[in-house]
């Protein structure tokens, strides 16, 4: 006999899968928002909700003479996350392995007679003892995310000045602001972009024809941009060469070539980390037709497309 509450189950597992995959990049960009503070309260709902489900399939299973399996998967898979975020990959894990159990309902070893009368869940006290504890730990934990998230905000509410304190509206809209004549300004060669202490500055240009090896595209030429990045930000900061592109008339390419004049090739800015006050210089390497229109394009922000143009030439 099959139990159409364990196909419900398999379903919302899947479903819970999607969402604790999602969470990853929630959470992620939830903490660099809030300064390593996150909330995700409604993945946590979502997975207390799969163990409700993942025992009432498991009850059922149990009088059916299904295999448990994949509902103890599913308890175990969805309480891991519920718990913590931390756990979300092992609890995909196991509920892809329960969702298979699940579908599948193989007869359970040593399995009897199926009863002719199963007593509704509802009418089960044991269950509602797991939904009673599964409420009171999903709003615990929600309830002490959702607090560290506002302990990060309240941190922050004022800003002491030497005239006194301003609100937070005050300065996160004067720091906006600031933020947007900094994002919004068009640079020239040798002007620095200073966003939020991060700075970025093209010292000089230069077109190359390659060699015999390494020859650019008909009517292009290798561009080779010296840039300097500074960090006065207070703490470590990334640099990586994919957070700029070469513009061509609008066509933004990578800056990853390779033009075979060693004075450009050995001195390419690679990834890595500035300490506090530290600044690296080297070239940014593309190709492109020197008589377009050329702009390097700087991504302040992964998460937001907004680029910030230096004209070239």
């Known amino acids: 006999m099959k139990s159409k509450m364990n196909i419900w189950t398999a379903a919302f597992n899947i479903f819970n899968c999607l969402m604790l995959f999602i969470s990853w990049f929630v959470v992620i960009a939830q903490a660099i928002a809030n300064n390593g503070n996150t909330s995700g309260g409604f993945f946590y709902l979502v997975t207390w909700v799969g163990v409700i489900l993942n025992t009432i399939s498991l009850y059922y299973a149990k009088h059916l003479n299904i295999s448990i399996v994949g509902p103890v998967l599913g308890i175990i898979g969805s309480a891991l996350s519920g718990l913590s975020m931390i756990f979300a990959f092992p609890s995909i894990v196991l509920l892809i392995i329960s969702v298979v159990f699940e579908f599948l309902q193989k007869p359970a070893k040593n399995a009897s007679q199926v009863s002719d009368v199963v007593v509704p869940w509802y009418k089960v006290w044991w269950i509602w003892v797991v939904v009673a504890v599964s409420v009171i730990l999903s709003i615990a934990i929600i309830s002490v995310s959702s607090s560290n998230g506002s302990k990060s905000s309240s941190s922050n509410s004022d800003v002491s000045t030497t005239q006194g304190k301003t609100s937070s509206s005050d300065a996160s809209s004067d720091s906006k602001s600031t933020d947007d004549s900094v994002l919004n300004k068009q640079y020239k060669v040798g002007e620095t972009i200073n966003y939020k202490g991060y700075k970025v500055t093209v010292n000089d240009i230069k077109y190359d024809d390659g060699d015999d090896i390494n020859t650019p595209k008909s009517g292009n030429k290798y561009v ?61 390497i593309g190709q492109a037709n020197p008589n377009a229109k050329l702009k390097l394009e700087y991504q302040p922000d992964f998460f937001d497309n907004h680029t910030v143009d230096i004209d070239l030439n």
């Open 224 to 284: 080779a941009i010296n840039v300097t990045i500074q960090n006065d930000t207070g703490d470590k900061q990334d640099y990586n060469p994919y957070d700029f592109k070469l513009s061509a008339d609008g066509n933004g390419t990578d800056l990853d070539e390779t033009t075979g004049n060693d004075t450009y090739d050995n001195n390419t800015i690679d990834s890595g980390t500035l300490d506090e006050g530290s600044k690296v210089t080297g070239y940014l």
